[in-house]
DNA sequence: TTATATTTAGAGTTTTATATCTAAAAATCT
DNA sequence: AGATTTTTAGATATAAAACTCTAAATATAA
C-alpha cells in the first residue's frame, strides 16, 4: 500500500510523539536504531517531513526532532501525503488511468468504497489517538522492525 | 496498493474473458495494443498466468490465450497471487513485521479491518462477475491505459 | 515442406526506490 | 575559541521493478 519510505515516516511520528517531552528532542539516531531504519535513509524521510512542517528539528548538542504541532492536530494522511502524496487515494484497483464515477472500470464501485475507509482512517487518526492506544495497552509498540 | 505488473495481468484477464470465444483465441498483440500495455512485458506477466494455470496459450496462428476455466471459476484474488502474491493482505499498515492480533501496531485494528474488506472483494468477485457488470453497462472498460 | 503467426525464453537496458558514505553547517558546552 | 553533537546535503552504490530487444520453439496453413 504504501512505500517503505512512508512506512519509515510513520513510525518515526509516531515514535516522536510518544517519547518527546517538552525538554527533550528525539535525535535521528534514536529512532533509527530503535525502529530498525537505515540512519541516513530515515534523515533523508525526516527532512521531508521538516520541509512539509510536520517537524521541526534543532542542530547541536541536545538538538533533534519534535512535533511542530500537539499531536492531536496531526493526522496520519498528512504524513503520507508528505512523503507518497495522495495518489493512492484516487487510484483504481486494477490499474486503469482513466477510471472514475463516470466511466468506472470493473471493481470500480467496491474498490473505492474501501479506498474511502483507508482515507477516512487515515484522515481521522491523529498520532494522539494512536499513543493513546499504546498507553492504554491496547496496542504494543516494543517491537523493532 | 498493487504492482504495474499485476495491474496489466488484471487487466488481461479481464479483456481474454470478455472476448475469448470457443473458436478464438486471444494474442498478446491484440491484449498490449487494446490496453496499452508494453508487448513483451505483457508477455512475461501471460507466462506467469499459464504458469499458474489460469491461462492456456497456443503457439502458430490462430494461437493465443484463453481462460483455462470458465470464468465464474476464476476470482481475481487467483490473479493477484500469481504474480504479486498475498502478502499484501498480511501486510501491516504502518510496516511493522511483527504486527499481528497479540502485537498490535497502533492502527492494527482498523487497518486489518479494511484488509479484509480487500481481500473479501478479491476474493469473491469472478471474472464472470466482472464482465457481467460489462454487458449491464454498469462499468465501462472502453478506456486505454 | 515451406512460409507465417504466434508463444516462449533469455539477455540487456532504463528507471525508480532503497541504502550508504562523506563532509559541511549549525548549535551547544567547556 | 575549540571540541563535540547533531542535522543537512550531496554524491555514490545497490537492488528491484519496469521495459526492450533478439531469437528460438512450435503450431498452422498454404
Partial sequence: MFSA??????QAMFYIASHSTEEKNISLNEIASDKN???????????????HKLLISMKGPNGGFRLSRSPENITLIEI????????????CGIGF????EDDPCPIHT???????????LFETKTLEALTE????GDSLVKFTK
Fill in 97 to 100: 488511468r482513466e477510471c472514475n
Fill in 133 to 136: 492506544d499504546v498507553l492504554n
Fill in 80 to 91: 503520507v501525503k508528505a512523503i507518497d502524496g495522495l495518489d493512492i487515494f484516487n487510484q
Fill in 5 to 10: 519510505s512512508c512506512h519509515y515516516g510513520l
Fill in 37 to 51: 531504519i537505515p540512519q541516513h535513509f530515515l534523515s533523508k524521510i525526516l527532512q521531508l517531513l521538516v520541509k
Fill in 110 to 120: 467496491d474498490y473505492s468504497r474501501i479506498r474511502e475507509h483507508v482515507q477516512n
